[in-house]
């Protein structure tokens, strides 16, 4: 696994055990979400971020360079990519993961470019949502 690897599995660790302060600077919230910025990646600029508690969580991500890393990239982490419906946003692309010994799950929704690449496609922004096995 390369670092990007490691970062996304911890990123995805953290979010499950309800614990964004592993990720970043926890902010009050606004509204309905909690901003967690600066954080200790250096490709996630920032995040919005609702803890799961005893339901669903949700965590919007902004990505530092979107664009610039194609869709296949998170497989590794979150198995092979289903295709969902195109948006006005672009296409969406499901993965999900696990973490070992984790009583939740994180659902990725990959939103990508509009191009026809499906997982080589570039990824523009990241949702997750948390929720139990």
Known sequence: MTNWDDEWAELLEALCADDASRIGTVGKHEGELAPVRPTRFRWLDSLDWWPAGHGTGIAVLELTDPGTVPA?????????????RVTRQGHLLVGRHTPAGS???????????????????????????????
């Open 72 to 84: 296949e990239a998170w497989e590794p982490l979150c198995g092979p990519l289903r295709e969902a």
């Open 103 to 133: 009583a939740r799950r994180a659902t990725l929704t990959l939103v990508t470019d509009e191009s026809d690449d499906g997982v080589r496609a570039r990824v523009l922004t990241v949702r997750i949502r948390v929720e139990p096995v």
